[in-house]
């Protein structure tokens, strides 16, 4: 069992950076690859971003590829999402899951968080 807790979400301008971090409870968290997904209002949740349990694979959205950085600490239990250059097409409920393949699938994540929101004003 994996409990997650995201933060690090606010109100910003187009342009501006954020770092989203998501904290994991449990002994196991280096044993899971970690997602990032977002969800806008009327829209399916869709994948942001995933790396790997070493941290040595991600891999992106389109929509983010070279704004966007995931990474974790396995010493501290957490994964970060550091967003650049932000949009307001960037505006949604940030999400992270855990699961155990590398993928942007969301139904093969098991575990995830309450979603912290972004909203970026143009």
């Known amino acids: 069992q994996v409990q997650l807790v995201e933060s690090g979400g606010g109100l910003v301008q187009a342009g501006d950076s954020l770092r989203l971090s998501c904290a994991a409870s449990?002994?196991?968290?280096?044993?899971?690859?970690m997602g990032w997904f977002r969800q806008a209002p009327g829209k399916e949740r869709e994948f942001v971003a995933v790396i790997s349990w070493s941290g040595g694979s991600t891999v992106y959205a389109d929509s983010v590829k070279g704004r966007f950085t995931i990474s974790r600490d396995n010493a501290k239990n957490t994964v970060y999402l550091q967003m650049n250059s932000l949009k307001p097409e960037d505006t949604a409920v940030y999400y992270c899951?855990?699961?155990?393949?590398?993928?942007?699938?969301?139904?093969?994540?098991?575990?995830w968080g309450q979603g912290t929101q972004v909203t970026v004003s143009s």
């Open positions: 449990g002994r196991t968290f280096s044993s899971y690859v």
């Open positions: 899951a855990a699961g155990v393949v590398l993928t942007g699938t969301r139904d093969l994540y098991a575990y």
